[in-house]
């Protein structure tokens, strides 16, 4: 309205990101005007990019510019783990720690009746075929520690139970650097059940 | 690092904006890898058109996609007044007021001798120019109610003083909505040195 046109379609773009409203928006349009040009060409490249060569692992699920994707060609993995996580940001989470170096699979979300999300919905067809193919020992169960994830976890569990596979859920507790006193009774008693013996 | 290509070159893009953080820039940019194909055309389109297509308006300083922009164009509006702001959003505030129609004059910036910005360095020199051919009665200095705005009003008011021309400022109170039990001091003496007679 009171904006040249190429500026209040850029505010627009803006606000369809999450958590950015008119006033931000209209701040980071502004701020676009004066950026150098070679960082908002890139940034306009990088859009597009993201869009159109990104796509989803075959195997594992994750996100990826080649298919298979890294992890999935990487040599030196251990082939026998498979690490069950919700989403693709999980994965990233996992490689960050530097010390998990299995296998990934990507379910692309967790069963939650109440959504009408069953186990067909999200990537659990997939983790099958993969574990009647591949020489898999353990699976570890990375699902969200909330119910949607952990009912997810034991659907799994329950699943593979037949073909003798380990499954494994990782540990609850209280989080490193965090304080007793603003831990919520479900962790506590949780890291109470789960002590270990120094 | 750990992210294909396309998704970490995204994530600098977004983290040269301000206020946006390395954990924010990994959301928006995974939220991108969502969103519907034409509104990330149209957002990598927008980025480029802003920077490509606007320019600063050769009469007021004000941002245009073309020369004069269409305030100084439209000949419906009062030429006899002149706001003189800070800044292009400045314009734009002013707009959304809907009772304003008179000419900008838009400075880019205000004299600040710590930053070493002198009248020179600021869109001054236009604004003289502007004066003599233009037949203007009325300077309206709405520059920033801080030092360097309060500074760059005197300045310009006692530019254009010896040429009788009226220059006038806006009025400083208490913000309408707002709590007088907030009002900081200097506002509270100015609502109460400039109270009206009811």
Partial sequence: ???????????????????IGPKTAQRLAFYVLNMKEEDVV???RSLMKVKRELQFCSVCGHITDVDPCYICTDKSRDRSIICVVQDTKDVIAMEKMRE???MYHVLHGAISPMDG???EDINIPALLERLK?????????????????????MY??????????????????????????YADEVTLSKAIEYRTEL
């Fill in 1 to 19: 309205m009171h904006y040249p046109e190429p500026i209040s379609k850029l505010i627009d773009s803006f606000m369809k990101l999450p958590g």
């Fill in 42 to 44: 890139d940034f306009s």
């Fill in 100 to 102: 998990y170096s299995g």
């Fill in 117 to 119: 999300i069953g186990p």
């Fill in 133 to 153: 193919d591949e020489n898999v020992k353990e699976l570890i169960l990375a699902t969200n520690p909330n119910i949607e994830g952990e009912s997810t976890a």
């Fill in 156 to 181: 799994i569990s329950r699943l593979v139970k037949p073909i003798g596979l380990k499954t494994t859920r990782l540990a609850h507790g209280l989080p490193v650097g965090g304080d007793l006193e």
